[in-house]
């Protein structure tokens, strides 16, 4: 497959994509597992367009961003939107460590008066 949604599951994704932007419980597979088997890329993909289409229905859409460092999307739920990257324990981790590093190599330059 070429990344496309085999035609003959279709109408479950677009299910699920409906049914998620509704608010409601999916009805596709069996109870805890609204997609059907997890382990099955129909069920991947239906549970990743309705998570990435339900961004859409309200004012989660203007807080999202593009980490720089790795590209993903994320939400910016900081009160003043302003937060700069996905996530502390990736990439905001990295991006301090390396502003401290680039401060203490600073510092060193800097010749005693």
């Given at each position: 497959?070429?990344?496309?949604?085999?035609?003959?599951?279709?109408?479950?994704?677009?299910?699920?994509?409906?049914?998620?932007?509704?608010?409601?419980?999916?009805?596709?597979?069996?109870?805890?597992?609204?997609?059907?088997?997890?382990?099955?890329?129909?069920?991947?993909?239906?549970?990743?367009?309705?998570?990435?289409?339900?961004?859409?229905?309200?004012?989660?859409?203007?807080?999202?961003?593009?980490?720089?460092?790795?590209?993903?999307?994320?939400?910016?739920?900081?009160?003043?939107?302003?937060r700069l990257w996905c996530d502390m324990a990736v990439c905001g981790n990295r991006q301090?460590?390396?502003?401290?590093?680039?401060?203490?190599?600073?510092?060193?330059?800097?010749?005693?008066?």
């Amino acid at each position: 497959s070429n990344g496309a949604v085999a035609t003959s599951h279709l109408p479950d994704l677009l299910m699920a994509c409906a049914s998620g932007l509704s608010g409601s419980a999916t009805e596709i597979g069996t109870p805890g597992q609204p997609f059907g088997d997890p382990r099955t890329p129909i069920a991947f993909e239906a549970a990743l367009a309705v998570s990435a289409l339900s961004l859409l229905r309200d004012e989660t859409v203007a807080r999202l961003r593009i980490c720089p460092n790795c590209s993903w999307l994320f939400v910016d739920r900081s009160r003043n939107a302003s937060r700069l990257w996905c996530d502390m324990a990736v990439c905001g981790n990295r991006q301090k460590a390396n502003r401290y590093y680039r401060r203490r190599s600073a510092a060193r330059e800097v010749p005693n008066a």
